[in-house]
């Protein structure tokens, strides 16, 4: 009973993770000197009050990078998804320093709406100054939002992930490198726990040294000494 029991655990716990693994998608697009590679196990898109397009599950899509003197894009185009949306693109674009850093910086979505062609931009700013020799890794829910250009469209999208990592720079063998982490090791209450406890044991110090510091008298008032007289006035 014992082991089928564990044995029931151990296949539920195999069942969850290949259905997280199935919802994952990676997308690395390839250029002339160039490779950046994307993994999300969400990525949304909403277009003004329609519903979320889930663009892991469309298909189709292709998948190329191209780069100028100091930034690299991530271009994927997905087609067709609907009547309505066609020719949809994604584009993620990454800034590079002399200094060998690199960060995000801006998001761009494409498509025909049937009626003409309508673009939106937004900046993307998760990833910054982020080591040429690293990858950029991100457990929290990211949220960008994108507005269309001319401004007069009024068209707006918000694109959505979640558990992603990034790799703009130096991709080796289809393989993301060592991450920074977006999540700090310790957090901002910890950060004033200890701020706390440090204030707390300077001032026991202190209050011990002033402690050990006391000296008793040398000398002490007796019934012959001249006694101690406060002139005052009246």
């Known amino acids: 009973w014992y082991q089928r029991r564990v044995r029931g ?28 590679l994307l993994y999300a196990e969400s990525f949304g898109l909403t277009i003004g009050s329609e519903s979320v397009i889930d663009l892991l599950g469309l298909p189709k899509n292709t998948t190329t990078c191209s780069k100028t003197s100091s930034t690299r894009s991530l271009n994927i185009s997905y087609g067709e998804v609907r009547s309505n949306l066609t020719d949809l693109k994604l584009s993620l674009t990454f800034s590079s320093t002399d200094t060998g850093y690199w960060s995000t910086n801006v998001m761009t979505i494409s498509y025909n709406d049937g009626k003409s062609d309508v673009t939106l931009t937004g900046r993307f700013t998760s990833a910054s100054m982020i080591s040429t020799s690293f990858s950029f890794a991100c457990s929290l829910h990211s949220v960008t939002t994108l ?13 959505t992930l979640d558990n992603y990592q990034l790799q703009a720079y130096m991709v080796k063998d289809s393989k993301f490198s060592d991450s920074y982490q977006c999540v700090n090791w310790i957090s901002k209450g910890a950060w004033m726990g200890v701020f706390t406890g440090v204030v707390m044991i300077v001032v026991l110090v202190l209050s011990v040294m002033m402690l050990m510091s006391t000296a008793t008298p040398d000398r002490f008032e007796t ?6 007289i406060i002139p005052h006035e009246h």
Do not use: N
């Open 147 to 159: 507005h269309s250009t001319p401004p007069a469209a009024a068209t707006k999208a918000e694109v």
């Open 9 to 36: 655990h151990i296949l539920c716990i195999l069942l969850v993770t290949a259905t997280a693994w199935s919802k994952a998608g990676v997308y690395e697009g390839k250029g002339d000197d160039c490779d950046i």
């Open 223 to 228: 019934s012959k000494s001249k006694c101690l």
